[in-house]
């Protein structure tokens, strides 16, 4: 729905606005900005030079609710303040580049949902609040993108490689407490044979019969798959166990797991007081791939 009246006209007659934003680890950032009311979305359009590389544009990404104000004095005191603030979620979008050059092809669009405003009504002056409702056509919620911190990845991946570091050495050294070195006291887990449990010395426990079984294998390589960072004190990781044979060279998936057998794990690990700990872990026995065809009728359905 477009905002009203009052509003869209007080806007209309000004240029700069102030987008404030949330920063990846919480930490709230404003920046005075250019802006558009874009009439036939009911949408705030923000666009600017170098956009893609801007903090509020990375912010919005893993964060999309924003409050944005304009606002002006036209004589002293209450009286002669006006505001117009909208809160509301906002997305990334492409759009034509403009013809001014250097301005980047990307915006900020902002979907309001609730606007307070000031004196820009002359027939009710004073605070006024309106909640706005989403256009028929008008996306859900904003979809966020979480992993969007290049600092917290470059750090999550070293946390997550020093982890890989501790389960491959207590694989080959056949030490539980290698392995579980880092694993938090009530870790949530989920083995690759449908068992789950929680708390370290339970798991710990499993973990000391397995590895004097060689449960899994006598060899294996620990293979960093995908990590993400959604916040600074948490990371998401796929590690792939792949089993070896006497030579070293990968075994093929099985489909008996009474023998050698590779597995795939994703892990949480969060920071605490300056460590990282495992809080969460589920492992998932590698299978052998379907035939071709079936695996195109799979894909079909999948998702």
């Known amino acids: 729905m477009a905002l009203d009246d009052a509003s869209r006209r007080y806007l209309a007659s000004q240029t700069r606005g102030r987008l404030a934003t949330v920063a990846p680890d919480g930490t709230p950032q404003n920046k005075p ?3 558009v009311y874009n009439a036939e979305l009911g949408t705030i359009d923000i666009a600017g030079f170098d956009m893609e590389s801007s903090a509020k544009y990375r912010n919005v990404g893993v964060n999309p609710n924003v409050a944005f104000v304009v606002d002006d004095a036209v004589s002293e005191g209450a009286a002669g303040t006006r505001f117009v603030e909208i809160r509301g979620q906002a997305e990334r979008v492409p759009v034509e580049p403009p013809a001014t050059a250097g301005v980047s092809p990307q915006i900020i669009r902002i979907h309001p949902r609730r606007v307070i405003s000031w004196n820009v009504d002359p ?4 605070l006024q609040t309106r909640d706005v409702a989403g256009s028929p056509g008008e996306p859900g919620p904003i979809r966020p993108s979480l992993g969007t911190d290049d600092a917290a990845a470059r750090r999550a991946n070293q946390v997550v490689a020093d982890l890989v570091a501790e389960l491959q050495a207590g694989w080959d050294q056949h030490d539980a407490g290698i392995t579980n070195r880092h694993f938090a006291d009530d870790i949530v887990w989920g083995s690759p044979f449908g068992a789950s449990l929680q708390g370290y010395e339970q798991l710990h426990a499993i973990h000391v ?21 959604p916040t600074p004190d948490v990371a998401v990781a796929q590690v792939r166990r792949v089993a070896l044979d006497p030579a070293g060279h990968p075994l093929e998936p099985a489909a008996d797991a009474t023998g050698a057998f590779s597995e795939m794990a994703l892990y949480v690990l969060v920071r605490r007081d300056r460590t990282w700990w495992v809080a969460a872990g589920q492992n998932t026995l590698i299978r052998p791939g379907p035939p071709e065809s079936q695996a195109h009728v799979d894909g079909a359905h999948d998702g």
Request: glycine letters at 14%.
């Open 33 to 35: 900005v250019g802006f």
């Open 123 to 126: 027939d009710h002056l004073g």
């Open 209 to 229: 019969r397995l590895k004097l079984q060689a449960r899994g294998g006598t060899s294996s390589r620990y293979e960093i798959v995908r990590v993400l960072a």
